[in-house]
């Protein structure tokens, strides 16, 4: 049985981002982050990205990124292979993502999040995210995004 033991959450490699890049296909459609994306968030972008490996595989990734002189986090993306999804890997990685915050005295996250996904508003729901806006027309199939934010 699967479990949460055997997993370990990593920061991301350029040489990881053919496996990134191949989960994300299985996770998004229109909207799915390009290699190029994959890369620049890899090795520039002012934030963290780290992913989940269950033995040598890549199982879901998270990426938090940072305005300079921004004073919250927003979670900019979280994907979790179909077959490793409802065991609490999404938990964990924004209970990271909290503790990844509070090193730098970061007290605040928000994110932006399908109307639709109602998988991931539950989730952020369930961690004590709240709605705060909305964006019209946020996603490539014109669907809005919920804007929501947790304070800690
Ligand atoms: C949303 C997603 C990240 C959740 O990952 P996960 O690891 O399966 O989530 P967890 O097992 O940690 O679940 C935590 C909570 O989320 C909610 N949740 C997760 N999947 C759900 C589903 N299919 N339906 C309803 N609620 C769900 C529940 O509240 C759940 O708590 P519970 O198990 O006590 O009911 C995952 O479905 C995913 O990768 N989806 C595709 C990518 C995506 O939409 N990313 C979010 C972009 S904003």
Known sequence: MKTLHDIKIEKAKI???DEIFALEQVCFNEDAFSKRQFKYL??????????????????AYLIMLKRKNSR??????????????GLGIAIKLLE???KTALKSST????LE?????????NLYLKLGYQ??????????????????????
């Open 113 to 121: 999040v399908g109307e639709n996904n109602i998988a991931a508003i």
């Open 15 to 17: 040489e990881d981002i």
């Open 72 to 85: 919250h986090y927003r979670i900019y993306s979280i994907a979790i292979l179909p077959e490793e999804r």
């Open 131 to 152: 709605k705060v806006g909305n964006r019209s027309y946020y996603y490539a199939d014109g669907s809005d995004a919920l804007i929501m934010t947790k304070e800690f």
């Open 107 to 110: 007290h605040k996250i928000s």
């Open 96 to 98: 990271f993502a909290e």
């Open 42 to 59: 890899v090795s520039k972008a002012n934030g963290v990205f780290v992913l989940v490996r269950r033995n040598r595989k890549i199982i």
